[in-house]
């Protein structure tokens, strides 16, 4: 069965950046990322097709968080910039098979274990 992984996650500073990355051991069309700050719902973060590399943010983020793709690693990443508190969470890498445009609705039923980020003031 398919197997999704995540790292890079950790302690940081606010104001500086982390990268995390997620590997998955399955052709996906689509791989995302979430997060679930403390006490809070999940909540979507950005996405990327790695069929044509389209992406989408969560508008809140656009401008901070970057999703990638790396060729030679083959792996998703997601670079997160200007970090504040309120970013802290666990973040969590999903994938979808299904084959759809619209990235931030698309049934995403295959997940990793998370990666908790922490950012502090």
């Known amino acids: 069965q398919a197997q999704i992984e995540e790292s890079g996650g950790g302690l940081v500073q606010s104001g500086n950046s982390l990268s995390l990355s997620c590997t998955a051991s399955?052709?996906?069309?689509?791989m995302a990322w979430f997060r679930q700050p403390p006490g809070r719902e999940r909540e979507f973060v950005a996405a990327i097709a790695w069929r044509n590399g389209n992406r989408d943010y969560a508008d809140s983020l656009k401008g901070r968080f970057t999703i990638s793709r790396d060729p030679i690693r083959d792996t998703v990443d997601l670079r997160m910039s200007s970090l504040t508190p309120e970013d802290t969470a666990v973040y969590y890498c999903?994938?979808?098979?299904?084959?759809?445009?619209?990235?931030?609705?698309?049934?995403?039923?295959?997940w990793g274990q998370g990666t908790p980020v922490t950012v502090s003031s």
């Open positions: 399955f052709g996906f069309y689509a």
């Open positions: 999903a994938a979808t098979l299904e084959n759809t445009r619209f990235l931030k609705t698309a049934p995403y039923t295959y």
